[in-house]
């Protein structure tokens, strides 16, 4: 700054200059394709800070969903109150239905815990079902998959009817098993489809599905298709029948 603008600047443009923050990087670099900022930016804005969980806890701008006492966060399928049992930091399927989150998402990275049960009733299809429902509509298929022989495109971590996992890293019953989930929500134009939902999911931490469109909401013994909804829907988990638990469940909208 020259000594003559700093003694004829007003007193209110002084404090700006004094409180920008000096950008790192350049401002003579060729601009990026379709962006308004250039090759090492000096004014482009950093990242927030965000502080990583210790483990699987949630990161610091997380929305924890469930974090082992109860379920404000959820509701039943008709917005009545969420009925599952939660004991001893975990949630459990009972019978009394779906649960839905309250809020409504759009592209989310989701994780969950779960567990399907010790004692072994049945078997295929009966054995640990339950599952995680994108939107209400795009299921993650949950399922006691170890040493369970099922059909493959619904056992544990299947896009449900449409695509099985890569691998099955299902651990044994009694176990817990990690989802996460990275997920860009379809898109529509009136009523036509632009792009699909596509979906990242890694089983324990290993990758089963990489960037994968779903063909449509998940169908049983029918070929998925779209119908145009809300950009947002809530996240479901599906009560089966089968005495599932969950425990450690957040998301971050992306
Ligand atoms: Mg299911």
Request: charged share 20%; net charge negative.
């Amino acid at each position: 700054m020259s000594k003559l603008f700093a003694l004829t600047a007003p007193p209110a443009l002084l404090v700006v200059l004094v409180l920008a923050p000096q950008g790192v990087g350049y401002d003579d670099t060729p601009r990026l394709p379709a962006s308004q900022w250039r090759v090492h930016d000096k004014a482009r804005p950093v990242p927030d800070v965000v502080v990583a969980g210790r483990g699987a806890a949630p990161p610091s701008d997380a929305i924890v969903l469930f974090d082992g006492t109860d379920l404000s966060a959820w509701q039943g399928r008709e917005g009545e109150a969420a009925g599952w049992r939660v004991d001893g930091g975990v949630m459990e399927v009972n019978g009394s239905g779906d649960i839905r989150t309250r809020q409504s998402f759009g592209d989310v990275q989701l994780h969950l815990e779960w567990s399907s049960p010790t004692e072994i009733q049945s078997e295929s299809q009966g054995r640990g079902n339950s599952g995680v429902f994108l939107m209400g509509r795009y299921e993650i298929q949950i399922l006691d998959s170890f040493e369970n022989r099922s059909y493959a495109d619904g056992q544990a971590a299947a896009l449900y009817g449409q695509r099985p996992p890569d691998v099955n890293v299902t651990r044994a019953p009694g176990s817990w098993n990690t989802y996460d989930i990275l997920f860009r929500a379809p898109r529509f134009e009136g009523d036509e489809l632009v792009s699909p939902g596509i979906v990242t999911v890694l089983h324990n931490g290993v990758a089963v599905h990489h960037a994968e469109p779903f063909l449509g909401a998940t169908r049983h013994r029918e070929v998925a298709t779209y119908a145009p909804h809300e950009p947002q829907g809530p996240i479901q988990l599906q009560d089966h029948g089968n005495p599932v638990r969950f425990r450690n469940v957040w998301v971050r909208e992306l």
